[in-house]
Nanobody, 115 residues
C-alpha cells in the first residue's frame, strides 16, 4: 500500500504562484508515473500534469507554459509549481501515483485563485 500526502494549496490572487508537494510513503517500489489531477465544482476530474520515473512529462494544454511538474525519486516526492495562476485554475488538486492496476490517490488540496 502507498500513502500520498499533499501540501501547499491555498488562496492566491490571479497572477500569483503556488507550489504543491506530494510525498509518497509505504510500498513506493510499486509506483510508476506520478502526477496531478484537479476537479472544480460540478466538473470532471482532469489530468493536469504527469511525470514518469524516467522524467518524461506531459501537461494539459490549459496549463502549458504556466505549470511545471518535477519529481525527486530519492524523496518519493512530486511537485507542481504553478505560476501565473488564473481564477479558472481554482479546484481541488489531487496527487496520484500509477501502479500496475489502477492508481493511488492523495486526499486533495484546495487551490483558490481570486480575481
Amino acid at each position: 500500500q502507498v500513502q500520498l500526502v499533499e501540501s501547499g494549496g491555498g488562496l492566491v490572487q490571479a497572477g500569483g504562484s503556488l507550489r504543491l508537494s506530494c510525498a509518497a510513503s509505504g510500498s513506493v517500489f510499486s509506483i510508476g508515473a506520478m502526477g496531478w489531477y484537479r476537479q472544480a465544482p460540478g466538473k470532471h476530474r482532469d489530468l493536469v500534469a504527469r511525470i514518469t520515473t524516467g522524467g518524461s512529462i506531459s501537461y494539459a494544454d490549459s496549463v502549458k507554459g504556466r505549470f511545471t511538474i518535477s519529481r525527486d525519486n530519492a524523496k518519493n516526492t512530486v511537485y507542481l509549481q504553478m505560476n501565473s495562476l488564473k481564477p479558472e485554475d481554482t479546484a481541488v488538486y489531487y496527487c496520484y501515483a500509477e501502479r500496475i492496476t489502477g492508481a493511488y490517490w492523495g486526499q486533495g488540496t484546495q487551490v483558490t485563485v481570486s480575481s
